[in-house]
């Protein structure tokens, strides 16, 4: 991936090992969430167009802190296996969204994205995404990572699709939201796949 910079550091902190994480992308800085980011993430995660195909939100101010705080505590898992990260426009140092990889087993992760809808189709998304993906392929060691959204979101899809994730297949009644189940779309990438299309890149 262009102009990136990973930046993964251990820290002793007696007997753990926390795994600290700070990513560069072109445009994006992909970091730790601190308690200080609560204002910036409720201006995205109390928005009802954002959340229209989450199972949680329109988040109250409560649910925002008490998120922040299990994404801050995830970074002291030993081993680590849950990445929630800040993602932050370089340029200004605005906070613009979250992403995350979280791993199921030592060999594979699942990733997904929120972000504020003044942000939408500039291609963040699908940078971020990237990032995680050098992220778990790289550094983790994964073989396989996927994600799933919502048949009608197209636009996550197009992030999905974008960064070379194959659609696998239809999941019926996957998820449960607001009284009734809904249905997720599949996609994923391997290892191979991933180092094939970056070597190119």
């Not at 189709?121 to 699908?126: C, K, L, N, P």
Request: glycine letters at 10%; proline letters at 3%.
């Amino acid at each position: 991936m262009e102009n990136k910079e990973e930046r993964i550091e251990l820290f002793n902190e007696g007997e753990r090992d926390m795994m600290r994480i700070e990513m560069e992308t072109e445009r994006l800085t992909l970091r730790e969430f601190t308690i200080e980011d609560v204002p910036a993430v409720q201006r995205y995660a109390s928005d009802p167009l954002v959340v229209r195909y989450m199972i949680w939100g329109p988040n109250r101010l409560e649910e925002t802190e008490q998120f922040v705080a299990q994404a801050i505590a995830m970074q002291g898992q030993n081993p680590r296996r849950d990445y929630e990260v800040a993602v932050v426009l370089k340029s200004s140092g605005e906070l613009i969204g979250g992403c995350g990889l979280h791993c199921s087993d030592p060999a594979q992760g699942e990733i997904g994205y929120c972000f504020h809808p003044d942000y939408w189709r500039q291609g963040y998304g699908a940078e971020a995404a990237l990032a995680l993906l050098d992220l778990g392929f790289g550094r983790l060691g994964l073989h396989r990572i996927s994600a799933t959204c919502r048949p009608d979101n197209e636009g996550s899809a197009g992030v999905m699709k974008k960064v070379g994730m194959t659609y696998e297949g239809r999941l019926r009644g996957h998820m449960y939201h607001k009284g009734a189940w809904h249905d997720s779309d599949q996609y994923s990438i391997l290892e191979d796949e991933y180092r094939a299309r970056t070597s190119v890149v």
